[in-house]
C-alpha cells in the first residue's frame, strides 16, 4: 500500500454499502443480542459487555431513518474508536454484514452526493469508488452524537 492509498472496512446496512477507515475499527464481533437502556436515544439499541465494559451499540439502519434492524446470522457489531474530547470512546455499529478491507487511493473518493442515499449526508465522508462498486464511506465523528456516546453536549459537533 502506498502512502496515497488508505484501507477501509466495508459493511452492509439495509441495502447499502457502507465504509469507515480501518484506523477507527477496534473489532468485529458476532451480535448475539443488547440490553436496552431505559431512556436511551431511540438510535441506541442497548449495551453489550466488552470483556467488562459497557459499550452501547448504535443500530445504523434506524440512525439512517429506516425501522430497526433484522438480526440475522450476519448481523455483526463493528466496534470503532472516537476521540472525544481527548478521551477515547468505544462504540458499536449494529451491521447487517460485513463485507471486506479494501484499499483507495485518495483520487478514488468522490464528494458525497447531495441525493439517492439512505444516510444523511452530513454523515458521510464521501463515496468511494471501487472497480465494480461505489460505497460510502462513513464520517465517524458526525455519524455518531454526543446523546449516543454519552458525552456532554459540547464535545461533540
Known amino acids: 500500500m502506498d502512502s496515497g492509498t488508505s484501507q477501509y472496512l466495508t459493511f452492509y446496512v439495509g441495502d447499502g454499502e457502507y465504509a469507515i477507515s480501518i484506523v477507527r475499527i477496534r473489532e468485529i464481533l458476532e451480535f448475539s443480542g443488547a440490553t436496552r437502556v431505559p431512556g436511551s436515544p431511540p438510535s441506541v439499541l442497548g449495551v453489550i459487555n466488552l470483556r467488562g465494559r459497557v459499550v452501547p451499540v448504535i443500530d445504523l439502519t434506524y440512525k439512517f431513518g429506516s425501522s430497526r434492524s433484522a438480526v440475522t446470522p450476519r448481523s455483526c457489531v463493528v466496534l470503532v474508536e472516537l476521540d472525544a474530547g481527548g478521551e477515547k470512546l468505544v462504540i458499536g455499529l449494529l451491521a447487517d454484514a460485513v463485507r471486506e478491507v479494501v484499499d483507495l487511493a485518495a483520487d478514488a473518493i468522490e464528494p458525497t452526493p447531495a441525493f439517492g442515499t439512505r ?39
Open 119 to 157: 444516510a444523511r449526508i452530513e454523515f458521510l465522508h464521501g463515496v468511494g469508488r471501487l472497480a465494480d462498486r461505489f460505497v460510502l464511506i462513513l464520517d465517524i465523528d458526525r455519524l455518531l452524537t454526543a446523546e449516543e456516546t454519552g458525552e456532554p453536549l459540547t464535545a461533540i459537533a
